[in-house]
């Protein structure tokens, strides 16, 4: 059974930092890009982050590009997105979501072609 599960969330004020992690199991972690997609209650999931099965690619959305790193450590499990620089607007539930996609040429935007999902870590940021 594939799990993921994310931490890291809470309460910073703007310019805050925080790092998001989020722990695979069940999966050869190796061999699945990974996402990390955000959600406002009532909006759909947007797109933040993604990097492809061993790290060599990754992307951002505009929005975020310059103040969140992603980054994976296959070795663990692990993938991590370093948001620096917060903002309110960057308030919201984190997800974390992974594909089966080894040799993937780039990360996916798309959430539709993720299959397995955490349950989300809550980022508040205050002005």
């Known amino acids: 059974q594939v799990q993921l599960s994310e931490s890291g969330g809470g309460s910073v004020q703007a310019g805050g930092s925080l790092r998001l992690s989020c722990a695979a199991s069940?999966?050869?972690?190796?061999?699945?890009?990974v996402g990390w997609f955000r959600q406002v209650s009532g909006n759909e999931r947007e797109f933040v982050a993604g990097i492809t099965w061993n790290g060599d690619l990754t992307n951002y959305a505009d929005s975020v590009k310059g103040r969140f790193t992603l980054s994976r450590d296959n070795a663990k499990n692990m993938a991590y997105l370093q948001m620096n620089s917060l903002k309110p607007e960057d308030t919201a539930v984190y997800l974390c979501a992974s594909r089966f996609a080894p040799n993937s040429a780039r990360p996916s935007i798309n959430s539709s072609q993720y299959r397995y999902w955490g349950q989300g870590t809550q980022v508040t940021v205050s002005s």
């Open positions: 069940g999966i050869g972690f190796e061999n699945y890009a």
